[in-house]
């Protein structure tokens, strides 16, 4: 009996293991995203920075434990046989829910999703016991701790408002004071602001955290605690002389002081507030473990007999589990690819700049930006224009030099992420000195969005996106605690009626999910980092637009190439499932030349003086590669109609003829691909000859069709694809042909002027 449960022990460490590393991997955003956005230090220094942080924070971390244990259901109305499974339930849903908002690159909260797993669980096993004993389910609420879950409930959602009002009017202020010529200010307030920002950091960090530390004599915080407020004015005094001593003597910024000792203390206090999420679980069953051997030993207890009434007192956690979690937490912060994606989206949503929007507008989105803007209207239209102008000078950029505007540039500037990381900081410190599992995610997320809603980098050119990502995020986190419920529940209702049988092929189910993600974002990654080979604003020279455009029409070309021979196969075989995974792969074409598109006024804005005139020809290049694009869309999406309306079959004679013209197209798009691959334009003249021959046969094609109709073809839908497949596929060659005899005088001409 002993052993079953030693394996359950095992497996709920090895899923705590899985859901450190997949929750380290969402929760990177919040320590990471405004030192990473700021570019105010090295990405090497900011690992650095933050592993410390990490690692210390770990520590801190033993005081909230006791939420896994108790914070979320009564354990005294819990037989030790059901909080297992109960533990076992909410880890095999953490790993695989954070894993897949992971592989999305989607932050979400590991806060909300532990507390609703364990809600959800505990809801599971105890409805199941009221049903096999009074079937009054009015008595579920003598399972759940509905006071402490309200409260950690009520406290995440309040979180969310008070992060983004505060995170906005700090920023705001801030701003106010600094400018966006931050540098000469800095001179002479930066001494007052590294004063508070460090202070800030010091009380609620480095005070309130040791408050968790064991081996912290209680003399200490108690001192803490009666001499806050001489702790604040000597700590305000001490770093404002130690800010300006590092600005006039060591002539460092004193921003990038706040930004590194910031992220430490970010780290610190997502460790100290996080790790109940990812070990206080499998560390609960662990003493639960240790609580029935006890009893066993004395009593001979059974595991469904022994109430664990004793996981309601305090019980202490190893400090070795603290250190190994850490440990593990810090290597993968360095090592997380998905890491790197989450953190991504919340720089993204934040930046000052135009760029790539990675959200799409929608209808609440659009409101409330429209709103908005009347509500400013209103606002701007009742205030006096001397203050109007005074404050629309603070919020003036400065006019940088063009180069400066490159994708490589800082999302926002270092007084905005210096107030991220204060104020997400401080919060998060806060709840953790409260014992709440604060969600850091909403927190630090929300005051990036605050900041930059104050800072106006959501202008009506990206606010409509900014808004909807942010929704998007937001609604992601609503899912999260109804998945999280949700999946639980079952879980543990599959684990209590299946025994090991079904706990075990959950487990492998993790395990797979797991794996297979990882494997599908390793491949979507690679093809991220090739497609933004392609997407690039750095080209100044007629010879890097030369290169440029010859990567985007090689790259184009033998994806149409690829897609046309695809159709013409899975056409002719009337295969609906390939056809309609071609159809949905054509968006990849679709969305690659439209970011090229999207990036044209920066290519133009990037251009040296010598080079302008080549603004029109790299617009025309994108132009007729988006015709081409367009021709294989129709021909993808048409043939896929076709099938999935079950149509007739083309007659043999029409893929026969079809598939001739795809050989003689793939001849013709290998020539072109190799030639633009090796730079070798001097043959496009002989590629050009090659056009009419190709366009005759397609000609001579229509009228065969032309003649059928009149004697044997008896299918008017048959006709009219087969009639759109040509008439495109002419178009699509049409379009080729152009864009390499533009190519071809845009090359001669550069040519003859070097």
Same mark, same amino acid.
């Given at each position: 009996?002993?052993?079953?449960?030693?394996?359950?022990?095992?497996? /709920?460490?090895?899923?705590?293991?899985?859901?450190?590393?997949?929750?380290?991997?969402?929760? *990177?955003?919040?320590?990471?995203?405004?030192?990473?956005?700021?570019?105010?230090?090295?990405?090497?220094?900011?690992?650095?920075?933050?592993?410390?942080?990490?690692?210390?924070?770990?520590?801190?971390?033993?005081?909230?434990?006791?939420?896994?244990?108790?914070?979320?259901?009564?354990?005294?109305? %819990?037989?030790?046989?059901?909080?297992?499974?109960?533990?076992?339930?909410?880890?095999?849903?953490?790993?695989?829910?954070?894993?897949?908002?992971?592989?999305?690159?989607?932050?979400?909260?590991?806060?909300?999703?532990?507390?609703?797993?364990?809600?959800?669980?505990?809801?599971?096993?105890?409805?199941?016991?009221?049903?096999?004993?009074?079937?009054?389910?009015?008595?579920?609420?003598?399972?759940?701790?509905?006071?402490?879950?309200?409260?950690?409930?009520? !406290?995440?959602?309040? *979180?969310?408002?008070?992060?983004?009002?505060?995170?906005?009017?700090?920023?705001?202020?801030?701003?106010?004071?600094?400018? $966006?010529?931050?540098?000469?200010?800095?001179?002479?307030? !930066?001494?007052?602001?590294?004063?508070?920002?460090?202070?800030?950091?010091?009380?609620?960090?480095?005070?309130?955290?040791?408050?968790?530390?064991?081996?912290?004599?209680?003399?200490?915080?108690?001192?803490?605690?009666?001499?806050?407020?001489?702790?604040?004015?000597?700590? $305000?005094?001490?770093?404002?002389?130690?800010?300006?001593?590092?600005?006039?003597?060591?002539?460092?910024?004193? /921003?990038?002081?706040?930004?590194?000792?910031?992220?430490?203390? /970010?780290?610190?206090? %997502?460790?100290?507030?996080?790790?109940?999420?990812?070990?206080?679980?499998?560390?609960?069953?662990?003493?639960?473990?240790?609580?029935?051997?006890?009893?066993?030993?004395?009593?001979?207890?059974?595991?469904?007999?022994?109430?664990?009434?004793?996981?309601?007192?305090?019980?202490?956690?190893?400090?070795?589990?603290?250190?190994?979690?850490?440990?593990?937490?810090?290597?993968?912060?360095?090592?997380?690819?998905?890491?790197?994606?989450?953190?991504?989206?919340?720089?993204?949503?934040?930046?000052?700049?135009?760029?790539?929007?990675?959200?799409?507008?929608?209808?609440?989105?659009?409101?409330?930006?429209?709103?908005?803007?009347?509500?400013?209207?209103?606002?701007?239209?009742?205030?006096?224009?001397?203050?109007?102008?005074?404050?629309?000078?603070?919020?003036?950029?400065?006019?940088?030099?063009?180069?400066?505007?490159?994708?490589?540039?800082?999302?926002?500037?270092?007084?905005?992420?210096?107030?991220?990381?204060?104020?997400?900081?401080?919060?998060?410190?806060?709840?953790?000195?409260?014992?709440?599992? /604060?969600?850091?995610?909403?927190?630090?997320?929300?005051?990036?969005?605050?900041?930059?809603?104050?800072?106006?980098?959501?202008?009506?050119?990206?606010?409509?996106?900014?808004?909807?990502?942010?929704?998007?995020?937001?609604?992601?986190?609503?899912?999260?605690?109804?998945?999280?419920?949700?999946?639980?529940?079952?879980? *543990?209702?599959?684990?209590?009626?299946?025994?090991?049988?079904?706990?075990?092929?959950?487990?492998?189910?993790?395990?797979?999910?797991?794996?297979?993600?990882?494997?599908?974002?390793?491949?979507?990654?690679?093809?991220?980092?090739?497609?933004?080979?392609?997407?690039?604003?750095?080209?100044?020279?007629?010879?890097?637009?030369?290169?440029?455009?010859?990567?985007?029409?090689?790259?184009?070309?033998?994806?149409?190439?690829?897609?046309?021979?695809?159709?013409?196969?899975?056409?002719?075989?009337?295969?609906?499932?390939?056809?309609?995974?071609?159809?949905?792969?054509?968006?990849?074409?679709?969305?690659?030349?439209?970011?090229?598109?999207?990036?044209?006024?920066?290519?133009?804005?990037?251009?040296?003086?010598?080079?302008?005139?080549?603004?029109?020809?790299?617009?025309?290049?994108?132009?007729?590669?988006?015709?081409?694009?367009?021709?294989?869309? +129709?021909?993808?999406?048409?043939?896929?109609?076709?099938?999935?309306?079950?149509?007739?079959?083309?007659? +043999?004679?029409?893929?026969?003829?079809?598939?001739?013209?795809?050989?003689?197209?793939?001849?013709?798009?290998?020539?072109?691909?190799?030639?633009?691959?090796?730079?070798?334009?001097? =043959?496009?003249?002989?590629?050009?000859?090659?056009?009419?021959?190709?366009?005759?046969?397609?000609?001579?094609?229509?009228?065969?069709?032309?003649?059928?109709? =009149?004697?044997?073809?008896?299918?008017?839908?048959?006709?009219?694809?087969?009639?759109?497949?040509?008439?495109?596929?002419?178009?699509?060659?049409?379009?080729?042909?152009?864009?390499?005899?533009?190519?071809?005088?845009?090359?001669?001409?550069?040519?003859?002027?070097?």
């Amino acid at each position: 009996m002993e052993d079953v449960y030693i394996v359950m022990l095992v497996a /709920l460490f090895a899923l705590a293991i899985t859901d450190l590393v997949v929750g380290v991997s969402n929760d *990177a955003i919040n320590f990471l995203n405004s030192a990473i956005g700021s570019k105010a230090i090295s990405i090497r220094t900011i690992f650095i920075v933050a592993s410390i942080g990490v690692a210390v924070g770990a520590v801190f971390s033993s005081g909230l434990m006791e939420v896994a244990r108790k914070g979320i259901f009564l354990p005294d109305e %819990f037989y030790f046989e059901e909080i297992m499974i109960i533990f076992m339930a909410v880890m095999i849903t953490d790993v695989l829910l954070l894993d897949f908002f992971n592989s999305l690159g989607l932050p979400t909260s590991t806060t909300v999703s532990i507390v609703f797993e364990l809600l959800g669980a505990a809801v599971s096993i105890a409805a199941i016991k009221i049903f096999n004993d009074s079937g009054d389910f009015g008595e579920l609420v003598n399972y759940i701790n509905t006071s402490k879950a309200t409260e950690i409930i009520v !406290g995440i959602l309040l *979180a969310v408002v008070i992060a983004f009002v505060v995170g906005a009017l700090v920023q705001y202020l801030s701003r106010l004071v600094f400018s $966006f010529k931050f540098e000469k200010k800095i001179k002479y307030v !930066g001494a007052v602001f590294g004063g508070v920002s460090l202070t800030a950091i010091m009380h609620f960090i480095l005070m309130k955290g040791l408050k968790t530390v064991a081996f912290i004599p209680d003399s200490f915080n108690e001192f803490v605690n009666n001499n806050s407020l001489l702790i604040i004015i000597i700590g $305000f005094v001490f770093f404002t002389l130690i800010s300006q001593l590092i600005m006039s003597i060591f002539k460092m910024d004193i /921003l990038k002081v706040i930004i590194v000792i910031g992220t430490f203390a /970010l780290a610190l206090a %997502f460790a100290g507030n996080d790790l109940v999420n990812f070990i206080g679980v499998p560390i609960a069953a662990w003493q639960s473990f240790e609580i029935w051997q006890e009893a066993y030993a004395v009593s001979g207890v059974l595991p469904s007999e022994l109430l664990m009434s004793e996981l309601s007192g305090t019980v202490p956690t190893p400090e070795f589990l603290l250190i190994i979690a850490g440990g593990i937490m810090v290597v993968t912060i360095w090592f997380s690819a998905k890491a790197q994606s989450v953190v991504e989206t919340g720089v993204n949503l934040a930046r000052q700049g135009d760029g790539a929007e990675r959200f799409e507008p929608n209808v609440l989105s659009r409101g409330i930006v429209r709103y908005s803007v009347i509500l400013g209207n209103a606002v701007s239209a009742i205030m006096p224009l001397r203050v109007k102008q005074k404050i629309d000078t603070k919020f003036d950029k400065p006019t940088t030099h063009l180069r400066s505007k490159r994708l490589n540039a800082p999302a926002f500037d270092m007084v905005r992420a210096s107030v991220n990381l204060v104020v997400a900081s401080v919060l998060i410190s806060i709840g953790t000195s409260l014992k709440l599992p /604060l969600s850091t995610t909403y927190v630090t997320f929300m005051v990036a969005m605050g900041t930059s809603l104050a800072d106006r980098a959501w202008d009506r050119e990206s606010a409509v996106y900014r808004v909807a990502g942010v929704l998007n995020v937001v609604g992601g986190w609503f899912v999260t605690a109804l998945v999280a419920f949700c999946a639980a529940a079952v879980f *543990a209702g599959i684990i209590f009626f299946g025994g090991m049988i079904a706990l075990a092929l959950l487990i492998i189910l993790a395990v797979v999910l797991v794996v297979r993600s990882s494997i599908i974002h390793s491949k979507k990654t690679k093809e991220e980092k090739k497609r933004k080979r392609y997407n690039r604003t750095d080209i100044i020279t007629i010879n890097e637009i030369t290169s440029e455009s010859s990567e985007n029409i090689s790259s184009v070309i033998s994806g149409v190439n690829s897609m046309y021979t695809k159709t013409v196969d899975n056409l002719g075989y009337h295969d609906l499932g390939k056809l309609k995974k071609n159809s949905k792969a054509i968006k990849k074409l679709e969305k690659q030349v439209d970011e090229l598109k999207g990036n044209i006024f920066y290519f133009i804005k990037s251009l040296d003086d010598d080079s302008v005139e080549a603004s029109k020809f790299y617009i025309l290049i994108l132009d007729y590669l988006q015709d081409m694009v367009q021709s294989i869309g +129709f021909i993808t999406r048409n043939s896929y109609n076709h099938v999935n309306n079950n149509h007739k079959h083309l007659k +043999f004679n029409q893929i026969r003829d079809l598939k001739k013209v795809d050989d003689k197209m793939q001849v013709l798009f290998d020539d072109i691909k190799d030639t633009f691959d090796k730079h070798e334009f001097g =043959r496009i003249n002989e590629i050009l000859q090659e056009k009419q021959e190709l366009l005759d046969n397609v000609s001579d094609l229509i009228q065969k069709q032309i003649n059928r109709i =009149r004697t044997s073809e008896t299918s008017p839908k048959n006709t009219k694809l087969y009639f759109g497949l040509l008439l495109e596929t002419k178009d699509l060659v049409s379009s080729t042909m152009s864009l390499l005899q533009l190519f071809q005088e845009f090359y001669s001409e550069a040519k003859s002027t070097l």
